[in-house]
């Protein structure tokens, strides 16, 4: 008999596993591709209603896949208290759901109760890690699990900023105890906005604190100066420098579970899974080869 502490859906580890991002329109394609196919991303956001098809497909997805619920409008970063309504409504997602892993953006996303069509970054500074850590600890209390938080892409810095962003990532960790979603592509597009280098910032990150990784395509543009500006996207393949600072990182934290995101001009669904293919293989490589090295030692 089923009782109100049993699971509507399965617990199916995400461990060692890439995944991609959810699209109704690839729901058919999903259902005639046998045998695991790793996790799905979806935004919170576009579950926020009671029912209706969006809802039907995810509901068939979760049957047989673990799913991470991705946050892009709580603007934690933002100054003003979070929307306490939003809040109740995501808590209600975490709670139908039962999602493997659960995050949301280091961004401010909302003005005077007018929600923003981006993730604005923010200055790094004393006051607003305070505000920031207490927006963490609320979320965190509201849903009654820790989140995962991710690094923005950015391409303005603040003058008035009096740490570095991996210091104030750092401390944001320490002070909540939420773990991190390491964005590689964010990485690469804002050091190469900002001219600095992005394998530092990597070796410099609390990668111990990393309990996912997105990887995502972006696109070149110029600036007022004629200078290259590159635009986090999300509308095409992960570009070759991308994966390769993703192979650092998998060698120095292990297979952590990786997400492939595709959210503008999406592909058939055999693209996108290549993608995730590819990353899974990145994946399965390094694991085997910790585990040869545990073995000899």
């Not at 990597?202 to 990393?210: N, R, T």
């Not at 997105?214 to 696109?219: I, N, S, T, V, Y």
Request: proline share 6%; net charge negative; hydrophobic share 40%.
């Amino acid at each position: 008999m089923e009782t109100e502490s049993t699971l509507r859906f399965p617990t199916i580890s995400v461990a060692g596993q890439a995944g991609t991002s959810f699209k109704p329109e690839h729901l058919l394609s999903i259902a005639a591709e046998a045998g695991p196919q790793g996790f799905f991303e979806v935004h919170a956001e576009n579950y926020m209603g009671a029912g209706g098809p969006s809802h039907r497909a995810l509901e068939k997805v979760r049957r047989d896949h673990p799913i991470s619920l991705h946050g892009v409008c709580m603007s934690l970063g933002g100054p003003q208290p979070l929307d306490k309504q939003h809040l109740h409504r995501f808590r209600s997602l975490v709670d139908r759901y039962e999602p493997a892993l659960v995050s949301e953006h280091l961004a401010w996303s909302t003005h005077a109760g007018t929600y923003l069509n981006d993730l604005l970054p923010l200055p790094y500074t004393s006051a607003t890690l305070a505000y920031v850590c207490d927006h963490v600890d609320e979320m965190q209390n509201a849903i009654g699990r820790p989140i995962l938080l991710e690094n923005p892409s950015t391409y303005v810095l603040f003058a008035e900023s009096s740490m570095s962003e991996t210091d104030f990532i750092r401390e944001i960790s320490r002070r909540t105890g939420c773990g991190l979603l390491l964005d590689i592509n964010n990485v690469f597009v804002s050091a190469t906005n900002h001219g600095y280098s992005a394998l530092e910032y990597l070796y410099d990150f609390p990668l111990s604190k990393v309990g996912e990784i997105h990887l995502a395509g972006h696109a070149e543009e110029e600036d007022d100066e004629g200078e290259l500006l590159l635009i986090d996207s999300h509308d095409g393949p992960v570009a070759d420098a991308v994966w390769r600072l993703y192979e650092i990182v998998i060698d120095r934290c292990g297979p952590i579970p990786t997400l492939i995101e595709w959210d503008s001009k999406i592909p058939e669904w055999p693209v996108l899974r290549a993608e995730a293919l590819a990353a899974q293989a990145i994946l399965d490589r390094h694991a085997a080869r910790r585990k040869t090295s545990h073995a000899v030692g």
